[in-house]
């Protein structure tokens, strides 16, 4: 491995916080489809019905495969290609997957935030323009509602129903669209300038205000006349015909997958900087949760509004007004929010314009907080691949130039067919190669990686934690999951999407959007097969695949707390080359000093075990150290001092503290030619894998 690869590990450094770690990843998963998505399906599919099938999806599919890339990440410390790679060169074409995927995603989701900040923008506007006060009988043309009006004619100004919409006829883009994703993108390059540790603490702002702000209109919504119609409707209403619906199985599985989203490459790169000591058990726990139940309850508030629109409607005169609650949940799922939950906040009376304005704030947000996800994973990407190369770039000029890239690359969806076309282009990329990927995980799970390496890798990473002083135990439950319930469920799914999609042009849009629309969907399919050929005869730079990629710091990190008796042996017996053996003392305890900016102050640490010597005959080959750049973990036959003995120096380690480096030493003996002689060596690898060698 490059030494400048092998280095990108301890780029990542001691990891972020848990706090910051936990909140970035929830604001990856809770995104804006949890708002408008979850709570259109469930009126789609016979309410209590899709939720069976959402939550068996999340249990025994999502949720396994989320901690599967939790795991890849904290153990790999590198982003999803370079983690691939690592596990087998072969799977690095599906690296090229997900991260083709990201790109397509990326184009267009910051377009439907600057849809959110224009509806922010004219929710100041009293009466509320989308709202009936604003538009008088006989002022729209048509047969649309003054909300569809204010989104069809006044955001989207897109082609009247009877125009035929070509792609080559889509029209330039439109100056509010592109002044609002130009705001967007303002926002994002401010939380990406400084890096990953920057970009979370902006995270506690753009996950707590969404949570907050969709508890006060619950509050409200939930007071509303005609509410407990919605809600009744919401979790009573039961049609268990839809249990035996193969398409409702497969969108319930598909709204989750793409809400918490393993399979898209994420989940893998923010893991790469957390602590190499986090129980990322727990947070996939902590996230799934969260993540769903964000969705559960925002379907209240969701729900007691349509219930509220349904009464209003039919208490008029006018019978042909008459709206269910049926009727109106089944509106598409970007229609839900902007049409029927905009008109609904619109009839909120004197207090429409603030809860209007929180509405779409709160919509914003949680955009935002999946686009820094996503920006902070290809961000990391072009710092991993420059690394590899030798090259360093500043984190600002990186952020520059990406969101410029994207900026760029999303005028398109700003265009009067741009809806058509980001409609397209969600339906290919965000979900056909989403399930692809997630598809092809499950099978490099089981060639390359398996449950041993899973279980093993979170046991030690949580040794020594409070919870778990011996390492968490995983249960038998997830080994099943991951090798069964999902691949199966997984290529059920996809065989049934594909079918569909061969069955009928989407949408039915014109040609050229199908074209697009299959070029988004095999392109990046393409990749995978591709790097798979590539890369088929190269063996992997790791091959101890049943010893954890952190095993120099594992030793570190497993002693036993002061005043306690270790029953950790010794990295090799010392039994038959003339030396006792040596019990592992626990070193002398330092407290720690700071200085006037508040940083820990390096000091060195004394130990009580000398460093271990061992002769090598010709019947015992020599250690082969090879290129010290290649070596993470200890070479066989390396008698390793697991407490130390001499300090390194502070300059070759200036990313970790000196407790985090082990010191190794020993010597052998060879035969010549020209003649015998005896060769010591010295180590000190640090916990990030980085070696010094002498």
């Given at each position: 491995m490059p030494s400048s690869i092998a280095s990108q590990d301890s780029a990542r450094g001691s990891g972020v916080s848990t706090c910051e770690y936990l909140i970035s990843l929830m604001g990856y998963a809770i995104g804006i489809g949890n708002i408008w998505r979850f709570p259109y399906l469930v009126g789609k599919y016979g309410g209590g019905a899709f939720l069976i099938a959402y939550f068996f999806c999340l249990i025994f599919v999502a949720c396994p495969l989320y901690l599967f890339e939790l795991a890849i990440g904290q153990d790999t410390r590198k982003s999803t290609m370079f983690a691939y790679q690592e596990m087998h060169p072969r799977w690095l074409g599906l690296g090229w997957c997900t991260?083709?995927?990201?790109?397509?995603?990326?184009?267009?989701?910051?377009?439907?935030?600057?849809?959110?900040?224009?509806?922010?923008?004219?929710?100041?506007?009293?009466?509320?323009?989308?709202?009936?006060?604003?538009?008088?009988?006989?002022?729209?043309?048509?047969?649309?509602?003054?909300?569809?009006?204010?989104?069809?004619?006044?955001?989207?100004?897109?082609?009247?129903?009877d125009e035929e919409v070509e792609l080559s006829n889509i029209g330039a883009p439109q100056a509010h669209l592109v002044g609002a994703l130009f705001c967007v993108y303002l926002m994002v390059f401010g939380a990406m300038y400084k890096g990953f540790s920057a970009s979370a603490k902006v995270s506690y702002v753009t996950v707590g205000m969404p949570i907050m702000l969709l508890l006060i209109l619950l509050v409200r919504a939930t007071t509303l006349e005609g509410a407990s119609d919605g809600v009744e409707f919401y979790i009573a209403k039961f049609d268990g015909d839809y249990l035996s619906s193969f398409e409702m199985w497969a969108t319930a599985c598909a709204q989750i997958l793409f809400s918490l989203s393993p399979g898209m490459g994420t989940a893998i790169t923010l893991?790469?900087?957390?602590?190499?000591?986090?129980?990322?058990?727990?947070?996939?726990?902590?996230?799934?949760?969260?993540?769903?139940?964000?969705?559960?309850?925002?379907?209240?508030?969701?729900?007691?509004?349509?219930?509220?629109?349904?009464?209003?409607?039919?208490?008029?005169?006018?019978?042909?007004?008459?709206?269910?609650?049926?009727?109106?949940?089944?509106?598409?799922?970007?229609?839900?929010?902007?049409?029927?939950?905009?008109?609904?906040?619109?009839?909120?009376?004197?207090?429409?314009?603030?809860?209007?304005?929180?509405?779409?704030?709160?919509?914003?947000t949680l955009g935002l907080d999946s686009t820094f996800a996503w920006m902070e994973t290809i961000n990391t990407y072009v710092h991993d691949i420059l690394r590899s190369k030798g090259i360093h770039a500043e984190q600002w000029k990186v952020a520059l130039g990406t969101s410029v890239f994207f900026f760029l690359l999303g005028l398109p969806y700003c265009t009067r067919g741009g809806s058509q076309l980001l409609d397209t282009v969600d339906n290919f990329a965000a979900s056909l190669v989403l399930i692809f990927s997630c598809l092809v995980e499950t099978f490099m799970y089981r060639i390359d990686w398996g449950w041993d390496r899973v279980a093993a890798g979170i046991k030690r990473a949580t040794i020594g934690n409070p919870r778990t002083p011996n390492g968490r135990v995983m249960p038998a439950y997830w080994q099943f999951a991951l090798g069964v319930t999902a691949p199966v469920v997984l290529c059920f799914l996809f065989i049934q999407k594909m079918d569909k999609t061969y069955e009928e042009a989407y949408g039915g849009y014109s040609t050229g959007y199908q074209v697009i629309g299959w070029f988004c969907f095999w392109g990046p399919v393409a990749l995978t097969p591709i790097g798979f050929l590539m890369n088929f005869r190269k063996q992997p730079e790791r091959t101890n695949f049943e010893e954890p990629l952190l095993d120099v710091s594992e030793k570190a990190a497993a002693q036993p707390a002061l005043g306690e008796a270790s029953d950790i042996p010794p990295a090799r017996s010392t039994e038959g080359v003339g030396l006792p053996p040596h019990p592992i003392q626990p070193p002398t305890y330092v407290p720690p000093t700071f200085n006037a900016a508040g940083h820990e102050k390096p000091h060195i640490q004394h130990f009580n075990q000398p460093p271990l010597h061992e002769t090598h005959s010709n019947?015992?080959?020599?250690?082969?150290?090879?290129?010290?750049?290649?070596?993470?973990?200890?070479?066989?036959?390396?008698?390793?001092?697991?407490?130390?003995?001499?300090?390194?120096?502070?300059?070759?380690?200036?990313?970790?503290?000196?407790?985090?480096?082990?010191?190794?030493?020993?010597?052998?003996?060879?035969?010549?030619?020209?003649?015998?002689?005896?060769?010591?060596?010295?180590?000190?690898?640090?916990?990030?894998?980085?070696?010094?060698?002498?």
């Open positions: 991260a083709a995927m990201l790109v397509l995603v990326l184009t267009y989701y910051n377009v439907l935030l600057a849809y959110a900040i224009i509806y922010m923008v004219y929710s100041f506007v009293d009466p509320l323009p989308w709202s009936k006060e604003a538009n008088p009988p006989n002022t729209i043309l048509g047969s649309y509602s003054p909300s569809e009006n204010f989104w069809y004619r006044t955001v989207l100004n897109t082609f009247k129903p893991s790469s900087y957390t602590n190499p000591k986090e129980d990322v058990y727990i947070v996939n726990l902590l996230v799934s949760i969260c993540n769903s139940s964000f969705s559960f309850v925002g379907g209240f508030a969701v729900f007691s509004i349509i219930g509220f629109m349904s009464q209003e409607s039919c208490s008029t005169d006018a019978v042909s007004e008459c709206r269910t609650v049926e009727d109106l949940a089944q509106k598409s799922s970007i229609g839900l929010a902007f049409i029927t939950l905009a008109e609904g906040v619109s009839q909120f009376g004197s207090v429409s314009n603030l809860f209007a304005v929180l509405f779409f704030i709160m919509l914003l019947s015992v080959p020599p250690p082969d150290f090879g290129d010290s750049s290649q070596q993470n973990v200890v070479p066989p036959g390396t008698v390793v001092n697991s407490v130390g003995q001499v300090p390194p120096p502070i300059a070759d380690f200036p990313e970790e503290g000196l407790n985090d480096v082990v010191y190794m030493s020993g010597s052998f003996t060879t035969q010549g030619p020209p003649h015998p002689s005896t060769v010591s060596y010295e180590k000190f690898v640090g916990m990030s894998g980085k070696v010094r060698e002498s």
